[in-house]
């Protein structure tokens, strides 16, 4: 299992650029989250997903997009990408057994992202 | 509301010293999931620990210890003997059972171990 994959690692864009990051999991989890890092701010939730074609906000939504087509993947989108979104992003995964455990996140590698 | 606080923001330690890291939490619900996790300088997240609300069991680990204690709403982390490869920022973090599917992360506590 490759766990859960991001892509791109690093990618430097200019103000106004638009990109996509990709997150893809292969251990079929219900639930899907991208966060940002920043020194000092340790994570903040972006946007989450609970399921196939469901997304909802966490506490730092604005300027980002997001979609979940498939259960594996889950797509964070800039539209108009501005200075104050470099950061590293994370994307996570989990999953709660039937009896209602609720377990830990697995956790991709991180995007570099700068907005020059 | 839901809170996670580390208040140590960075802790230095020579090699072979004992180090705690503190976390309290805030949270009305009787039932949740308490977690640590490590990243070291290579970035990723690594998982440590899982306790839920029910089980207040210290739990030992190696070199690793974690002290839950409900009555304090703290989950703080010890590491014994420390060594360099312990350096990291070490996160805890707070995951309601109903209501929301999100984890209330604190801002970490950066350990340097020096040799």
């Known amino acids: 299992n490759a766990g859960v994959t991001q892509t791109p690692k690093f990618r430097v864009l200019k103000t106004g650029q638009s990109m996509t990051l990709l997150c893809a999991q292969d251990?079929?989890?219900?639930?899907m989250y991208w966060y940002r890092q920043d020194p000092g701010m340790g994570l903040r939730l972006i946007h989450y997903?609970?399921?196939?074609?469901?997304?909802a906000k966490g506490e730092v939504p604005d300027g980002y997009n997001v979609s979940r087509l498939k259960k594996q993947n889950f797509l964070l989108g800039l539209e108009s990408a501005a200075p104050s979104q470099t950061s590293v992003y994370f994307c996570?995964?989990?999953?709660?057994?039937?009896?209602?455990?609720?377990?830990?996140?697995?956790f991709g590698p991180g995007t570099r992202l700068t907005v020059l | 509301a839901q809170k996670v606080t580390q208040a140590q923001t960075e802790i230095s330690v020579v090699e072979k010293e004992d180090v705690t890291l503190d976390c309290v939490y805030e949270t009305r619900d009787t039932t949740y999931y308490l977690f640590w996790y490590k990243q070291p300088p290579s970035g990723e997240l690594v998982f440590l620990i899982r306790r839920n609300s029910f089980d207040e069991q210290n739990e030992i680990s190696g070199r690793y210890s974690w002290n839950f204690q409900k009555s304090t709403s703290s989950f703080n982390f010890t590491i014994t003997a420390s060594q360099v490869v312990d350096s990291a920022v070490y996160f805890c973090?707070?995951?309601?059972?109903?209501?929301?599917?999100?984890?209330?992360f604190g801002t970490g506590t950066r350990l340097k171990v020096l040799a």
């Open positions: 997903s609970v399921g196939e074609g469901t997304t």
């Open positions: 251990m079929n989890h219900e639930y």
């Open positions: 973090a707070l995951r309601r059972t109903s209501g929301t599917y999100k984890y209330i």
């Open positions: 996570a995964s989990s999953y709660s057994s039937l009896a209602g455990v609720y377990n830990e996140q697995f």
